[in-house]
């Protein structure tokens, strides 16, 4: 994202082109692989968090196991270690303090933006490495727009204290899980010239994206991309 291009960061989102990447299943372990060798870490050590669609946030270092269970969100300081989390319409969150060198990613869908997955990252990043967040660039990545992320009315009663998100058209409820997570991230102390945001939809873009809204399973698998932040 141009928001990182002058930092010592990478981050990506992989595309459809490059296959499915979940975790376990089919040829998403060769599709992972041929990705990071594509793009030039296939030196590194890829460390993906088994989702939980939570607030837990691990912090990840080089002995850490390669697959972290039940996690929204990994931290790290350690160069040669990729961070990554699966996506299929909700929002990765890229994180990076420039003055720390601690970077981070998230899976924040709407449970986890809900529970606090931002609030439990930043306090992570701050107890574990000094991070403070107005420090901190942020990224939010390709995710489900406001377009198509339709809500019935259970999810607007859990929304209810963010009533500036929903949009009203004819009879139908959306909501703008993008417009959410600038704000928390705003609410923990991230300026906000120092928030980008992704405008593209993930269900809209079907030639560039897996949508988990607009596809559903596959095959009987999940099809998703894969997230990932490194410091460089």
């Given at each position: ?74 931290v790290a300081r350690q160069k040669e270690i990729v961070l990554a989390v699966t ?71 859990k929304f209810a204290e963010f009533p500036q998100f929903f949009v009203r058209k ?18 923990q102390g991230v300026l906000e010239e120092n928030i980008a945001i992704k405008p ?33």
């Open positions: 994202m141009n928001i990182f291009e002058h930092s010592e960061v990478l981050t990506f989102l992989s595309e459809r082109a490059d296959g499915n990447m979940r975790l376990f299943g089919g040829d998403s372990s060769a599709n992972r692989d041929n990705f990071l060798q594509k793009n030039n870490l296939g030196g590194c050590k890829l460390v993906s968090a088994r989702l939980v669609h939570d607030s837990r946030v691990e912090v990840v270092g080089k002995d850490s196991q390669i697959i972290i269970e039940k996690a929204d969100g990994l996506v299929a319409d909700c929002l990765p969150i890229y994180l990076f303090d420039p003055k720390t060198k601690v970077c981070g990613v998230l899976h924040a869908g709407w449970r986890s933006l809900k529970k606090g997955v931002i609030r439990e990252a930043m306090s992570q990043m701050k107890k574990a490495f000094g991070a403070e967040a107005d420090d901190f660039l942020a990224g939010v990545g390709v995710g489900i727009g406001a377009c198509h992320f339709e809500v019935k009315e259970d999810f607007q009663q004819e009879d139908k409820v959306f909501f703008d899980l993008k417009a959410l997570a600038r704000f928390l991230l705003i609410k593209e939809c993930t269900y809209c873009l079907e030639d560039n994206y897996f949508s988990f809204r607009r596809d559903g399973e596959k095959e009987g698998e999940i099809q998703a991309m894969m997230a990932g932040i490194t410091v460089i």
